[in-house]
């Protein structure tokens, strides 16, 4: 089992930055594929960013440029700094953790970000 606890969103005017934080429960080394999705009502599930373990990224062409996915292997935390945002950007943004070996797959419970003037 992983547990996996969002922070960092809240309102922000267009233009602006923040960085949301994904705590993991064990230690990041062992999972497969960490990544950012984001969601608003009526609409799919989006895959945001990702990070393999072999640190290899991957964007949205949305937030290319914008966006970037970090970890840090001593806090099990995984960063999404979000800069110059745009109030398309507003969504629930959840934290993912995908084990291929396993097939499993977590979810957190997300985060709010609101980007409105």
């Known amino acids: 089992q992983v547990q996996l606890v969002e922070s960092g969103g809240g309102l922000v005017q267009p233009g602006g930055s923040l960085r949301l934080s994904c705590a993991v429960s064990?230690?990041?080394?062992?999972?497969?594929?960490m990544g950012w999705y984001r969601q608003t009502p009526g609409k799919q599930r989006e895959l945001v960013a990702s990070i393999t373990q072999d640190g290899i990224t991957n964007y949205a062409d949305s937030v290319k440029g914008r966006f970037t996915i970090t970890r840090d292997f001593a806090k099990n935390t995984v960063y999404l700094q979000m800069n110059s945002l745009k109030p398309e950007d507003t969504a629930v943004y959840y934290c993912?953790?995908?084990?291929?070996?396993?097939?499993?797959?977590?979810w957190g419970q997300g985060t709010q970000v609101t980007v409105s003037s």
């Open positions: 064990r230690s990041i080394f062992s999972i497969s594929v």
């Open positions: 993912n953790a995908h084990i291929i070996l396993n097939r499993e797959n977590y």
